[in-house]
């Protein structure tokens, strides 16, 4: 093959003579650092040497799963004053390993998501007082694909970060070309599951917030779902359709129902929650719950702190048809 004999005459910084990378900047140009490949988890410093294979979908990842869990068995051996010494012991969240970090190497938790070009935290972690923090949520995320950083565990129930939450259990994580996914979220599921059968409209029909767009089913019982948003359907998960136990066991991933192109998103997001505020909603549901149980039961001594694998001996006791009508 010949060379190309005008190549040594090209100027130097052409597009078409580097063969080494040159890191030199003009001095006009601010040093940004690039975006994380790594996988999120290595961002809090763990020893992790593992290259991002889900485009940080965190929510679809075996390995997030299994590092998620120990954390979250790690967080509660260290309320309880305990000490883990097995190796996974030192396991922790991002946000808690970052914590540690001086105050000027603390990276913002959407930088380390690969979502935004390097920010420093100046709230400690704390994004629910940040100002960028809400505005990226309130203005960028309406076009952008929402990635997840972990998935929080809420007295035993999954409620992952980055989705938005409708008052009646169902969730919608933002796509792109103003396309949302929506699924049903894990108390829902927990509370009527495990669930025979999940139907939702066929691709081009048109939904309504706020009105019946998904039936699910057990056995002879029937119960509508309302929707979160408003639009068009483009997509229905036929998995989910043909076995609804995918629903129940990954509710936030491949459970979701159905996809719809939404006709005013930025409207329909000011009536769902997200972040703190989805938290909070979750753990009064929760509270109402258990206050369901002890009127129904007697039973008022439920204290474990993982209530979501105790409540579900409890609930025939209550019945269908409340908990939809409590709930739904």
Same mark, same amino acid.
């Given at each position: 093959?010949?060379?190309?004999?005008?190549?040594?005459?090209?100027?130097?910084?052409?597009?078409?003579?580097?063969?080494?990378?040159?890191?030199?900047?003009?001095?006009?140009?601010?040093?940004?650092?690039?975006?994380?490949?790594?996988?999120?988890?290595?961002?809090?410093?763990?020893? $992790?040497?593992? $290259?991002?294979?889900?485009?940080?979908?965190?929510?679809?990842?075996?390995?997030?799963?299994?590092?998620?869990?120990?954390?979250?068995?790690?967080?509660?051996?260290?309320?309880?004053?305990?000490?883990?010494?097995?190796?996974?012991?030192?396991?922790?969240?991002?946000?808690?390993?970052?914590?540690?970090?001086?105050?000027?190497?603390?990276?913002?938790?959407?930088?380390?998501?690969?979502?935004?070009?390097?920010?420093?935290?100046?709230?400690?972690?704390?994004?629910?007082?940040?100002?960028?923090?809400?505005?990226?949520? +309130?203005?960028?995320?309406?076009?952008?694909?929402?990635?997840?950083?972990?998935?929080?565990?809420?007295?035993?129930?999954?409620?992952?970060?980055?989705?938005?939450?409708?008052?009646?259990?169902?969730?919608?994580?933002?796509?792109?070309?103003?396309?949302?996914?929506?699924?049903?979220?894990?108390?829902?599921?927990?509370?009527?599951?495990? $669930?025979?059968?999940?139907?939702?409209?066929?691709?081009?029909?048109?939904?309504?917030?706020?009105?019946?767009?998904?039936?699910?089913?057990?056995?002879?019982?029937?119960?509508?779902?309302?929707?979160?948003?408003?639009?068009?359907?483009?997509?229905?998960?036929?998995?989910?359709?043909?076995?609804?136990?995918?629903?129940?066991?990954?509710?936030?991933?491949?459970?979701?129902?159905?996809?719809?192109?939404?006709?005013?998103?930025?409207?329909?997001?000011?009536?769902?929650?997200?972040?703190?505020?989805?938290?909070?909603?979750?753990?009064? +549901?929760?509270?109402?719950?258990?206050? +369901?149980?002890?009127?129904?039961?007697?039973?008022?001594?439920?204290?474990?702190?993982?209530?979501?694998?105790?409540?579900?001996?409890?609930?025939?006791?209550?019945?269908?048809?409340?908990?939809?009508?409590?709930?739904?």
């Amino acid at each position: 093959m010949k060379k190309d004999p005008q190549k040594k005459a090209l100027p130097a910084g052409s597009r078409e003579a580097p063969v080494k990378t040159n890191t030199s900047q003009p001095e006009h140009m601010p040093s940004i650092p690039s975006r994380p490949r790594s996988c999120v988890w290595r961002q809090g410093r763990l020893s $992790l040497r593992k $290259l991002c294979d889900k485009d940080h979908r965190c929510a679809e990842c075996p390995l997030d799963k299994s590092l998620s869990e120990s954390a979250t068995k790690n967080r509660e051996a260290r309320r309880q004053g305990k000490i883990p010494l097995a190796p996974d012991g030192r396991i922790a969240f991002t946000r808690e390993r970052l914590q540690l970090l001086p105050k000027g190497e603390r990276p913002c938790l959407l930088y380390a998501n690969g979502l935004i070009d390097y920010k420093i935290c100046c709230k400690n972690y704390e994004c629910v007082f940040c100002e960028f923090d809400r505005y990226f949520s +309130e203005q960028h995320q309406v076009h952008a694909i929402v990635r997840p950083l972990d998935v929080l565990n809420v007295r035993g129930f999954r409620m992952p970060q980055g989705y938005y939450f409708h008052l009646g259990h169902t969730w919608i994580r933002i796509e792109e070309n103003a396309d949302v996914s929506i699924g049903l979220d894990d108390f829902a599921l927990r509370l009527l599951g495990p $669930l025979d059968h999940i139907d939702a409209p066929l691709i081009g029909n048109t939904v309504s917030q706020g009105k019946p767009v998904i039936i699910i089913g057990r056995g002879s019982h029937k119960a509508s779902v309302l929707s979160p948003v408003s639009g068009v359907v483009s997509a229905i998960n036929l998995s989910v359709k043909e076995n609804a136990a995918i629903a129940g066991e990954d509710p936030y991933a491949h459970g979701w129902i159905l996809k719809v192109h939404t006709e005013n998103l930025r409207h329909d997001l000011k009536n769902l929650l997200i972040g703190s505020e989805a938290v909070k909603q979750l753990e009064q +549901e929760i509270e109402r719950l258990l206050r +369901e149980i002890e009127m129904i039961t007697g039973v008022s001594t439920i204290t474990d702190t993982d209530i979501g694998n105790v409540i579900p001996s409890y609930l025939p006791d209550i019945g269908w048809k409340r908990l939809v009508r409590l709930f739904l």
